[in-house]
């Protein structure tokens, strides 16, 4: 079976993707941004970068610099239309199936060559908040139903978002709920003790969505006495949240390890730090099913995470294996719950029995690769 994978360069992506390496089909990816060009880490599969410039001139970057307004000019005539490249690749491949992860980035740009090719089975992959809060995307109601309509084949990482695409309309088959990345390879003999584990790990995104200066702003203003008893790790920090750590008299005063979001830091490297933390902290205003939330939880960290549209509390049960803040953006609740989960050994203990268990039986990478690779063969029938 040929499938045409359109997506942004991503690591999620690529890591589902590599879930059927080896599993008998033809596989090829629509690089829709054309930012990435050739992707090692799927490097068996077909890959179509490279696509949007029909000529790389000499001097580009430096007119591109210096004279901003002659470089546009110039790239109306030099850039190629998405759409019209993904029609000549739909004819070149003849694909059996397409599939789209999220839809505002990879959908919309070709949403009329996919109308065009109504005949082919279209498998649409929600991320994030694209399907739960389209609006701030700049989609239309109305786009966003045709775009349902169009899909013969829907994939959620949670059931809020598929009871989202019922509200707006998807009638066709919903394949289910599964990770974007495709599951998590959780590192068993990575996971420490409850009582050894000595990191307070935070996640880094301050971006308008994320709240990681509200986090570390309630523990140095509400409960500043913690840092004296844990080490503190940002993870994915934007450049906001690195030069607050920077330029903070507090945490310059504490044992604090800051990855930026700009570098890019191994998956199994941020997993050996979650199992050696004590408490995950993660803050959004908006959010599918955080990846992270599931790889903490699997590594055995108590999560304390935000709960936009109530989708965490899918997994998290508050009080039992984890805490749900009600407002991300209140210092005060943050640190409250911070407190409470340091305090409750017996708490933290029975939480990374239960969550490991949980979260390894639902999420644990090995055990989905046959779901997942079954599920194109649904498609194709």
Not at 17 to 33: C, K, M, P, R, S
Not at 110 to 126: A, D
Not at 278 to 300: F, K, Q
Request: with cysteine; glycine share 6%; proline share 4%.
């Amino acid at each position: 079976m040929k499938l045409l994978l359109v997506a942004i360069p991503n690591h999620h992506f690529f890591q589902w993707t590599n879930q059927l390496q080896d599993a008998g089909h033809e596989v090829h990816w629509f690089d829709i941004t054309d930012g990435a060009g050739f992707s090692e880490k799927i490097g068996w599969v077909k890959q179509y970068a490279g696509w949007r410039m029909k000529w790389d001139y000499p001097f580009r970057h430096r007119i591109k610099k210096y004279f901003p307004f002659l470089y546009c000019w110039i790239q109306r005539f030099n850039e190629r239309k998405v759409a019209l490249v993904f029609e000549g690749l739909i004819t070149d491949i003849q694909p059996d199936v397409i599939h789209i992860f999220e839809m505002q980035l990879a959908g919309y740009p070709i949403f009329s060559v996919l109308q065009h090719h109504s005949t082919i089975p279209l498998v649409y992959s929600s991320w994030g908040s694209d399907l739960f809060q389209y609006e701030r995307l700049g989609l239309t109601t109305s786009f966003v139903q045709q775009f349902l309509q169009r899909t013969n084949f829907l994939i959620t990482d949670c059931y809020r978002d598929y009871n989202k695409a019922l509200s707006l309309g998807f009638n066709q088959t919903f394949l289910g709920v599964f990770p974007g990345n495709g599951g998590i390879h959780f590192l068993k003999d990575a996971i420490a003790p409850y009582s050894q584990r000595a990191i307070i790990m935070v996640k880094g995104y301050d971006d308008g969505v994320g709240k990681a200066l509200i986090v570390l702003q309630a523990i140095a203003n509400h409960a500043p006495v913690v840092m004296n008893n844990y080490q503190l790790l940002v993870y994915s920090a934007d450049e906001i949240v690195v030069q607050y750590l920077k330029t903070s008299n507090f945490y310059q005063k504490h044992d604090v390890l800051v990855f930026s979001r700009a570098n890019y830091v191994p998956n199994e490297q941020i997993l050996n730090y979650m199992g050696q933390s004590v408490v995950h902290i993660a803050s959004s205003v908006s959010d599918g099913m955080p990846n992270v939330v599931l790889e903490a939880m699997g590594m055995g960290a108590f999560p304390i995470q935000s709960n936009p549209g109530q989708v965490t509390e899918e997994v998290i049960i508050h009080g039992k294996n984890g805490f749900l803040l009600t407002d991300p953006e209140s210092e005060t609740e943050i640190a409250t719950l911070l407190e409470l989960a340091l305090n409750d050994g017996q708490m933290r203990e029975q939480a990374q029995q239960y969550n490991t268990h949980y979260l390894q039986k639902l999420y644990d990478r090995g055990r989905l690769q046959t779901k997942i690779v079954s599920l194109y063969s649904q498609m194709f029938k």
